[in-house]
């Protein structure tokens, strides 16, 4: 940057936020959704909760709701503690799955009486192909021929990743719909990045590709959750499979 400056600072919302809300109820807006930084609740799961994060989000709340501004919260938006990453690797250790739980879980405790709306991850389809086919995003995990990361593997850690989130989102639900809904009014979901594919021609390969680009894409982390993964992605597992055996013989 010519002058020097860097995005340190950028907009400054934790200290502007009261401005923000400002400018967001003088536009008639009635709603906003944003994101809680899963490092500023829980920066360190051995150190405990941290009050003055909890504190941060329960001012913005506040305004919000007392201005007339409905909340809408993200539970995780691309960002995670540090830890999560040394000690289970992201996204791709089993055990993150517990903690994600936990933190969703201290989140519904402190902020539930006033946020009647909950995603908890925000595009999973896009993050998994960014940080772990093509490494752009952290933790910037890929191999060839999608990138030249230093550590990655394109062709296995994304459905690995991918996986562990989709069981997350379960549990963190699950909770949620247990222990909060009855009491907190609230509903809770997850956001997508929505695409759609048509067949450049009518002949039935093109027709394929298709429905197994809208099955990578799409219907992986939709139709689960309505019980229609089975038929859905049939040939996106197929396709999966015949990949890894290739793979496999070619020592790739």
């Known amino acids: ?50 009050s003055a994060g909890v504190a941060f989000y329960d001012r913005l709340i506040d305004a919000l709701v007392h201005k007339g501004i409905e909340p809408f919260v993200t539970l995780h938006h691309f960002d995670l503690p540090h830890e999560m990453e040394t000690r289970y690797g992201g996204w791709l250790g089993a055990e993150i799955r517990e903690e994600f739980d936990y933190y969703a879980d201290v989140c519904f405790k402190a902020f539930g009486d006033r946020v009647k709306f909950w995603a908890t991850f925000n595009e999973p389809n896009l993050f998994t192909r960014l940080a772990y086919v093509l490494g752009k995003y952290p933790p910037a995990r890929c191999s060839t021929p999608f990138g030249t990361c230093k550590s990655g593997n394109s062709h296995r850690e994304p459905y690995v990743a991918a996986h562990n989130m989709l069981l997350s989102h379960a549990a963190a639900v699950h909770n949620y719909k247990k222990n909060y809904q009855a009491t907190q009014g609230g509903s809770i979901g997850i956001v997508i990045a929505m695409k759609w594919y048509e067949p450049l021609t009518n002949t039935t390969e093109d027709i394929l590709a298709a429905r197994r680009a809208l099955s990578f894409e799409v219907d992986w982390y939709v139709l689960l959750f309505i019980h229609l993964s089975t038929s859905a992605t049939t040939s996106m597992r197929m396709f999966i499979s015949a990949l890894h055996s290739c793979a496999t013989k070619k020592n790739y």
């Open 1 to 50: 940057i010519d002058d020097g400056r860097n995005g340190d600072v950028a907009d400054d919302h934790y200290h502007r936020y009261m401005e923000d809300v400002e400018i967001i109820h003088s536009l008639g807006v009635n709603s906003y959704r944003f994101s809680i930084s899963w490092a500023r609740i829980l920066p360190s799961r051995l150190g405990g909760v941290n």
